[in-house]
């Protein structure tokens, strides 16, 4: 069976360690080059316990990986916005497609791109358009022939798949969208600050980064684009308030919208049910009761319920695993469509745990 040449920059993080397991096991990648420069020369056997002539491969510092990587098929980054956006110009005037986990190439707004991700990124990526946005379930049909491919956010994953069908088939308003999220601490990323990191978490739960999550605007962004599929209207109004708590990964969100017109929970229920009919990652349940982290973590599942009542609120539960749905696995079901092999390809033997 033929395989691509694959590269993966930033692969000791949480993202790219999963990242590297899940294409060290895919069955149309071939794994070339991983960078690290914490694990220089050390195998990948060393670190993720890999077998084979995957695990063979030894870890490159970043400068020799995005030299090699001009070479390969694709190159998907695991690193943070600035380096992103540094480093994709040249990977794709290689020949190389792009497939980005940080945040550099997904806002269309220039201003919210440069007010969250800070003008370093604003000007590298001047010569680079926004990457396609890579929702499977959402964009499909735009991913497919797309040379750069930004990789959705965790949070944004999570709620856009909540939302998303709702608004398009105008059962909710589109005012007033509040999105409360729990995330486990690898959301933070590994090199978050200390205050962030399971020993300061345990016991606790905290909100961060309140009316200024980099996410927000994403979200927004996501849920403009399909709501005006059913016809023009006003702006998404949207609130989103992230929180950690103390388990290692996982969001569960809690969304909250209004009815547009009189529905009842099974109107919302089936509308959710047939805009994921064919979708293999997305679970539509009887009752917000029955979505839990147990159901995703390891999986590239979405699980998602949905539940309204007479006064027309709207309450919506979905959850992910934030390192595969919400990164690493949407990253390869992305790689898929782009390799045009099947979508579930190196996804459907998961559960295991790096972190």
């Known amino acids: ?34 960078s690290s420069d914490r694990w220089v020369g050390d195998s990948l056997a060393a670190h993720l316990g890999i077998e084979g002539k995957a695990g063979e491969l030894a870890y490159s510092s970043f400068e020799q990986a995005a030299e090699r990587a001009k070479a390969c098929a694709v190159a998907l980054l695991a690193t943070p916005a600035d380096v992103s956006a540094q480093l994709a110009p040249s990977l794709l005037a290689a020949g190389c497609k792009v497939i980005d986990l940080s945040g550099a190439f997904r806002l269309t707004d220039g201003a919210a791109s440069l007010a969250h991700y800070g003008k370093d990124v ?23 022939d797309a040379k750069l491919i930004a990789n ?20 909710i308003e589109r005012a007033d969208l509040i999105v409360n999220a729990v995330s486990g601490v690898t959301g ?38 399909r709501a005006d599929l059913a016809g023009k209207g006003s702006a998404i109004d949207l609130t989103f308030t992230p929180h950690l708590v103390p388990l290692a990964r996982g969001i569960l969100c809690t969304s909250y919208a209004r009815l547009a017109s009189p529905a009842s929970s099974a109107d919302l229920t089936n509308a959710l049910a047939k805009a994921y009919a064919e979708e293999p990652f997305v679970s539509v349940v009887r009752s917000p009761n029955d979505v839990s982290l147990k ?61």
């Open 1 to 34: 069976m033929h395989t691509a040449p694959i590269a993966v920059l930033g692969g000791s993080g949480y993202a790219g360690i999963e990242l590297t397991y899940l294409l060290a096991h895919h069955p149309r990648a071939r794994l070339e080059v991983v």
């Open 122 to 144: 604003d000007a590298a990526k001047a010569d680079v358009r926004t990457g396609t946005y890579g929702l499977p379930e959402l964009f499909r049909d735009e991913v497919v």
């Open 152 to 171: 959705p956010g965790c949070y944004p994953t999570c709620a856009s798949l909540a939302l998303a069908p709702l608004l398009e088939a105008g059962l």
């Open 188 to 225: 933070a990323g590994r090199k978050s600050t200390e205050a962030f990191g399971f020993v300061a978490i345990d016991q606790d739960v905290r909100a961060y980064k309140v009316l200024a999550h980099q996410h927000t605007p994403e979200i927004a962004q996501v849920l403009t684009r």
């Open 295 to 355: 159901q995703v973590v390891g999986t590239n599942r979405c699980v998602i319920g949905v539940a309204c009542e007479a006064r027309g609120r709207v309450v919506v539960v979905s959850a992910i695993d934030n390192l595969v749905k919400g990164a690493a696995g949407q990253a390869v079901q992305n790689l898929n469509l782009v390799l045009g092999c099947e979508e579930d390809a190196g996804l459907t033997q998961l559960r295991r745990f790096h972190t």
